[in-house]
């Protein structure tokens, strides 16, 4: 997958001291990275977390280690590490709710066409995942976005929470992310045939 | 340990969501099974484009300014750093280059601590936040190694009250002596009173200074402990009478440590 790929080299630079090599990795994630903080932990911290992340990434991004998984992840596993020290403070049922209106407005928002701008990597990897994850079946997509956005909540709240079994959430969280692995899988296939020239793009 | 013990544990191990003995087995497991480690590998790429479907459904937007700031900030602390050789270092072994990039980010952290973000965080203003934070930034070798270190352990302290939102974080390094401690959103000390971080270790509690807070409910302080790399078992921030031995207070914050 090439535009992993890009990530990495962005990545190095930016180890290097590439100004602009962090620049370009900013377009790519500080848009996701702002979503996610101002949806779990409200707006006026969002600004907080984008500024602590880039930062870190500036003066860390040589720790990145490509034989350990992919950039996003890596880049994504320290921001949601930071946000789930900032809700250690909240309480549990308000964890619960704000990931319930991620998930809402996840399975809800009619997938937007695609438009070429700054962050189009950003939005390209969310075009595919956000249609995989509006065809899993509800209770599926609901364990886990609960579970990631809810960051450090355990899968026995969830399944107080959604009032079911622990093994049901279990089993949801197993089928869930399977299934949306094959859906991206086949996405990134498919893009991967018809991306080539777009991926040159400086 | 074979595939199929923990085949079922690796979705909610990339997830982050397993119990500490599912996630203890499934560690275990991974050190060895390199097949295991691609599928968690795997499913942490397609969770990690999460915030990206989100960021994409989202009426939110991304305020612009946060990019310049950084930029602005950036290279300054690059600057810095081709001054630091000129600049006396206190005994404490050289860190490599790139470290002192770090700066700006262990001011951030602190500014982050102290939350009242917007105002707070005109890191375009270094100079002027230089100044605010004076007498942070001369101890500033020891707030970036210490909060910002590989290997650094953060205690969190919380308020026993479950209406209050102040909160603090200690922070301890294996390999140094000093010790930082943050706390924000505390009221301001009442005439003749005053905080103190109080520690115990190995029985015997004493007070490692007073916690001075500034008009935002937010304070800093910086001591040496007694030994490298020193463990607390309780950590409480308390409001003392200034006049008399401190240990008598009431608690306004107190540790639970992460794991």
């Keep these: 997958m090439s535009h992993v790929d890009s990530d990495v080299v962005l990545a190095a630079r930016t180890a290097d001291g590439d100004v602009s090599a962090w620049s370009t990795l900013y377009d790519r994630y500080a848009p996701s990275v702002y979503a996610f903080a101002a949806h779990t932990l409200g707006k006026e911290h969002a600004e907080d977390i984008v500024q602590d992340a880039f930062l870190r990434l500036w003066h860390s991004a040589g720790r990145f280690d490509v034989n350990r998984g992919a950039f996003s992840a890596w880049f994504y596993a320290i921001v949601r ?49 956000l249609r995989a994850l509006q065809s899993l079946p509800p209770d599926q997509r609901r364990v886990l976005v609960l579970a990631y956005f809810g960051a450090g909540l355990s899968q026995r709240s969830i399944a107080d929470y959604l009032d079911c079994p622990l093994g049901t959430v279990k089993k949801r969280t197993r089928l869930g992310l399977e299934k949306l692995r094959t859906l991206l899988d086949s996405a990134d296939a498919s893009r991967d045939r018809s991306a080539d020239s777009k991926e040159a793009r400086p | 340990m074979s595939c199929d013990d923990v085949r079922e544990l690796l979705e909610g191990y990339a997830l982050g969501v397993l119990e500490p003995d599912e996630r203890a087995r499934v560690e275990a497991h991974l050190v060895s099974c390199a097949d295991c480690r691609g599928i968690v590998a795997r499913y942490e790429e397609v969770l990690a484009a999460l915030p990206d479907a989100l960021a994409l459904a989202s009426p939110l937007r991304l305020p612009e300014a946060i990019k310049q700031r950084l930029l602005a900030a950036i290279p300054t602390s690059a600057a810095e750093q081709a001054d630091e ?94 010790v930082v401690v943050m706390a924000a959103r505390l009221r301001q000390p009442d005439e003749g009173e005053q905080y103190h ?63």
């Design chain 1, 81 to 129: 590490h930071r946000i789930r020290d900032e809700l250690r403070h909240r309480r549990r049922e308000e964890r619960l709710m704000v990931a319930g209106d991620a998930d809402d407005l996840l399975a809800e928002t009619p997938i937007p066409g695609v438009d070429v701008d700054e962050a189009v990597m950003q939005r390209e990897r969310g075009q595919a995942v």
């Design chain 2, 85 to 178: 050789p000129a600049r006396a270092v206190r005994q404490r072994p050289r860190r490599p280059i790139r470290r002192l990039l770090a700066l700006v980010g262990a001011v951030a952290l602190v500014l982050a601590l102290a939350s009242t973000a917007a105002l707070s965080f005109q890191l375009d203003h270094e100079r002027q936040l230089k100044e605010r934070f004076a007498g942070l930034l001369d101890q500033r070798e020891i707030v970036l190694e210490v909060v910002d270190g590989r290997d650094t352990e953060r205690t969190f302290l919380r308020s026993p009250n479950e209406s209050s939102t102040a909160y603090g974080k200690l922070f301890t390094n294996p390999d140094l002596r000093d």
């Design chain 2, 197 to 259: 971080v109080l520690l115990t270790s190995e029985g015997a509690t004493r007070s490692a200074g007073v916690l001075k807070v500034n008009a935002k409910g937010f304070g800093l302080l910086v001591f040496e402990a007694d030994r490298t790399g020193p463990r607390y078992a309780a950590v409480r921030v308390t409001l003392e009478p200034a006049s008399a031995r401190p240990g008598q207070g009431k608690t306004v914050l107190t540790s639970t440590r992460e794991s």
